[in-house]
C-alpha cells in the first residue's frame, strides 16, 4: 500500500512565504514524477509545479520566479517552496507522485494526497 503526505500548510499574509512538504511511503519500487497541484474553491484543480526523477521541472506560468519544487529521491519526497504569495494563490495544494508500487510493478499509477490548505491574506 502507498501513502502521499502533505504538510506545510497554513495562513499567511501577502508576500510571505511558506515552504510545503510532501512524503510517499510504503510498498514502492521507484517515483518518476512528482508534483503539486492546486484547487481554489469553484475552480478546477490545477498543475502547479512538477519535478522528474531526473531533476527537470515545471512550472505554471502564474508561479514561476516565486515557487520552486524541489526533491529528495532517497528520501521519496518533494518540496514546494513558495514566496512572495499572493490572495490569488489561496487554495487547497495537493502533491502527487507517479510511481511504481510493488503490489503491482508493472503498473504505473498516480497517488494523490489529501491535500493542505493554503490561505494568503491580503
Known amino acids: 500500500q502507498v501513502q502521499v503526505v502533505e504538510s506545510g500548510g497554513g495562513l499567511v499574509q501577502a508576500g510571505g512565504s511558506l515552504r510545503l512538504s510532501c512524503a510517499a511511503s510504503g510498498n514502492i519500487v521507484s517515483i518518476l514524477n512528482m508534483g503539486w497541484y492546486r484547487q481554489a474553491p469553484g475552480k478546477q484543480r490545477e498543475l502547479v509545479a512538477a519535478?522528474?526523477?531526473?531533476?527537470?521541472?515545471n512550472y505554471a506560468d502564474s508561479v514561476k520566479g516565486r515557487f520552486t519544487i524541489s526533491r529528495d529521491n532517497a528520501k521519496k519526497m518533494v518540496f514546494l517552496q513558495m514566496n512572495s504569495l499572493k490572495p490569488e494563490d489561496t487554495a487547497v495544494y495537493y502533491c502527487n507522485a507517479d510511481l511504481y508500487s510493488r503490489s503491482d510493478p508493472a503498473l504505473m499509477a498516480t497517488n494523490w494526497g489529501q491535500g493542505t490548505q493554503v490561505t494568503v491574506s491580503s
Open positions: 519535478v522528474t526523477s531526473g531533476g527537470r521541472t
